[in-house]
């Protein structure tokens, strides 16, 4: 196999060549010809190089499903949490199990779990991480430009070192070809506390920072109740610094995190009774929504605060598009305006501008008196249009009646008015399908993933739960 890249190769010649290369193998299709779902060979390589050739060609993704990928292992359960993407356009799985299913063994009573595929559902690469005795749950996961990819999770027991507390968050680095770069663990010392991460987010440079509550001192002197946090890693997994955010007689709650790579800051979202305008409880509703800024140093500075009489607004995860306007999602019982009875819960959106003025909130789900929508993913493409995933009891179309199953999967597509473009939900009666996690490629591709109990979009169930992953263009 020619080497492009050949060092023996005269400089002159080289240039000259490696043009021609390209031109000619261009025009071939590797995919079909060669080996490009092994990272070990040439051809995958090659392939890489190709699809960076062309020119991205953006489409509206009009929700048609291309196909549906099941991972799962007989009397097992396989619990996908999300999705995202590398450079290359290719969707990273990640979760946790209970069961060998990477390996020829379980490392734990729970391991982790991470898999590449291709665009066309092919694997690419697959690992299983775990350690004796501990029980990893993994959460969110973040990628950078040159397609590492961060996971967060929490650890019952020592995994990448000894205990700090009695749960401790930890986040692993992969490289592109799913080598781990390094592997952190960190907690509240001096007693049985936990750490409950919530969310991760990287800036350009991939220094990651992850959000979440403890009852712990962790970044703070404070080991009661539960406080908010904020922990930064440097691009080589040194810890930076852990801020705590606590106020006395209140519960907080992170949400999500997002870089705003407009301000040079990160945005951290979450709930709790209080009055996050002034620190001080009670807030003016059950549970009322923040956003903070924070600086590269760790300095918090106010926002957004978000709040009903009697209501609760729960934010969760967070998206800041390429026009800079943030995006909120949240599991809300608040009209804001609309005068809804504030029995139902359903799936909410805030969009604010840069400042932090909101543009607009949307709401689905809040027509069924006893119904719960949770939006457990957002992204957007790079035209502005919003795309969330979660699962609902609550049947989306009509908007007044129960879902097929205990709990259905949705997806559904907004453009940048918040006006919805479509909807795709999933459901199997007595059976419980969840979405957990969404991507969207620069080229309108989504992609979707999540739990279910039950065969999904025709493809029998292998184990207890398996973990699906979704095509829509």
Same mark, same amino acid.
């Given at each position: 196999?020619l080497?492009?890249?050949?060092?023996?190769?005269?400089?002159r010649?080289?240039?000259?060549?490696?043009?021609?290369?390209?031109?000619?193998?261009?025009?071939?299709?590797?995919?079909?010809?060669?080996?490009?779902?092994?990272?070990?060979?040439?051809?995958?390589?090659?392939?890489?190089?190709l699809?960076?050739i062309h020119?991205?060609?953006?489409?509206e993704?009009?929700?048609?499903?291309?196909?549906?990928?099941?991972v799962?292992?007989?009397?097992?359960?396989?619990?996908?949490?999300?999705?995202?993407?590398?450079?290359?356009?290719?969707?990273?799985?990640f979760g946790?199990?209970? !069961?060998?299913?990477?390996n020829?063994t379980?490392?734990?009573?729970? @391991?982790?779990?991470?898999?590449?595929?291709?665009?066309?559902k092919?694997?690419?690469w697959?690992?299983?991480?775990?350690?004796?005795g501990?029980?990893?749950?993994?959460?969110?996961?973040?990628?950078?430009?040159?397609?590492?990819?961060y996971?967060?999770?929490?650890?019952?027991?020592?995994?990448?070192?000894?205990?700090?507390?009695g749960?401790?968050?930890f986040?692993?680095k992969?490289?592109?070809d799913?080598?781990?770069?390094?592997?952190?663990?960190?907690?509240?010392?001096?007693?049985?506390?936990?750490?409950?991460?919530?969310a991760?987010?990287?800036?350009?440079?991939?220094?990651?920072?992850?959000?979440?509550?403890?009852?712990?001192?962790?970044g703070?002197?404070?080991?009661?109740g539960?406080n908010?946090?904020?922990?930064r890693f440097?691009?080589?997994?040194?810890?930076?610094w852990?801020?705590?955010?606590?106020?006395?007689?209140?519960?907080?709650?992170?949400?999500g995190?997002?870089?705003d790579?407009?301000s040079?800051?990160?945005?951290?979202?979450?709930?709790?009774g209080?009055?996050?305008?002034?620190?001080?409880?009670?807030?003016v509703?059950?549970?009322?929504t923040?956003?903070?800024?924070?600086?590269? @140093?760790?300095?918090?500075?106010?926002?957004?605060?978000?709040?009903?009489?009697?209501?609760?607004?729960?934010?969760?995860?967070?998206l800041?598009?390429?026009?800079?306007?943030?995006?909120v999602?949240?599991?809300?019982?608040?009209?804001?305006?609309?005068?809804?009875?504030?029995?139902?819960?359903?799936?909410?959106?805030?969009?604010?501008?840069s400042?932090?003025?909101?543009?607009?909130?949307?709401?689905?789900? @809040?027509?069924?008196p006893?119904?719960?929508?949770?939006?457990?993913?957002?992204?957007?493409?790079?035209?502005?249009?919003?795309?969330?995933?979660?699962?609902t009891?609550?049947?989306? !179309?009509?908007?007044?009646?129960a879902?097929?199953?205990?709990?259905?999967?949705?997806?559904?597509?907004?453009?940048?008015?918040?006006e919805?473009?479509?909807?795709?939900?999933?459901?199997?009666?007595?059976?419980?399908?969840?979405?957990?996690?969404?991507?969207?490629?620069?080229?309108?591709t989504?992609?979707?993933t999540?739990?279910?109990n039950?065969?999904?979009n025709?493809?029998?169930?292998?184990?207890?739960?398996?973990s699906?992953?979704?095509?829509?263009?």
């Amino acid at each position: 196999m020619l080497r492009v890249t050949d060092k023996k190769m005269k400089p002159r010649l080289r240039h000259t060549i490696f043009p021609i290369l390209l031109i000619f193998l261009s025009a071939c299709d590797p995919a079909n010809h060669m080996n490009p779902a092994n990272p070990s060979t040439n051809e995958y390589w090659l392939a890489q190089i190709l699809s960076r050739i062309h020119p991205p060609i953006f489409r509206e993704n009009t929700g048609s499903l291309e196909w549906t990928l099941l991972v799962g292992k007989s009397s097992s359960l396989v619990n996908a949490k999300g999705v995202v993407l590398d450079p290359f356009l290719n969707p990273v799985l990640f979760g946790d199990t209970n !069961t060998a299913l990477f390996n020829g063994t379980l490392f734990g009573t729970q @391991d982790m779990f991470i898999a590449k595929y291709d665009p066309q559902k092919n694997q690419i690469w697959a690992k299983q991480l775990g350690a004796p005795g501990a029980s990893l749950t993994a959460v969110k996961a973040a990628s950078d430009s040159i397609g590492n990819t961060y996971v967060l999770g929490f650890t019952s027991a020592a995994f990448t070192g000894p205990m700090s507390s009695g749960q401790d968050m930890f986040v692993v680095k992969f490289a592109l070809d799913g080598t781990v770069v390094w592997a952190k663990q960190a907690g509240p010392t001096g007693g049985s506390y936990f750490v409950n991460p919530i969310a991760i987010c990287l800036d350009e440079v991939g220094n990651s920072y992850s959000v979440g509550d403890s009852n712990g001192p962790f970044g703070g002197p404070v080991a009661t109740g539960g406080n908010g946090f904020v922990l930064r890693f440097d691009v080589d997994g040194n810890q930076s610094w852990v801020k705590q955010y606590s106020i006395s007689g209140a519960n907080i709650t992170s949400g999500g995190c997002v870089w705003d790579k407009f301000s040079g800051t990160v945005l951290v979202s979450g709930w709790g009774g209080a009055d996050f305008r002034n620190d001080t409880a009670p807030g003016v509703g059950g549970n009322d929504t923040f956003v903070m800024r924070y600086d590269p @140093d760790g300095t918090r500075h106010f926002l957004i605060y978000e709040a009903e009489t009697a209501r609760e607004i729960l934010s969760g995860p967070m998206l800041l598009d390429s026009f800079g306007d943030i995006y909120v999602t949240a599991t809300s019982n608040a009209s804001f305006g609309s005068g809804s009875s504030g029995t139902a819960y359903p799936s909410t959106i805030l969009k604010y501008n840069s400042g932090g003025t909101r543009l607009w909130v949307r709401q689905d789900g @809040d027509g069924y008196p006893t119904g719960q929508t949770s939006s457990l993913g957002i992204v957007s493409d790079i035209v502005g249009n919003v795309f969330i995933a979660g699962y609902t009891n609550t049947n989306l !179309t009509t908007n007044n009646s129960a879902s097929v199953g205990t709990t259905d999967v949705f997806f559904i597509k907004y453009n940048r008015q918040g006006e919805r473009q479509w909807l795709r939900q999933i459901g199997a009666s007595g059976k419980a399908i969840q979405g957990t996690g969404i991507a969207i490629d620069r080229e309108g591709t989504m992609y979707g993933t999540g739990t279910t109990n039950a065969d999904f979009n025709g493809i029998p169930l292998t184990g207890t739960q398996d973990s699906f992953l979704v095509q829509y263009r």
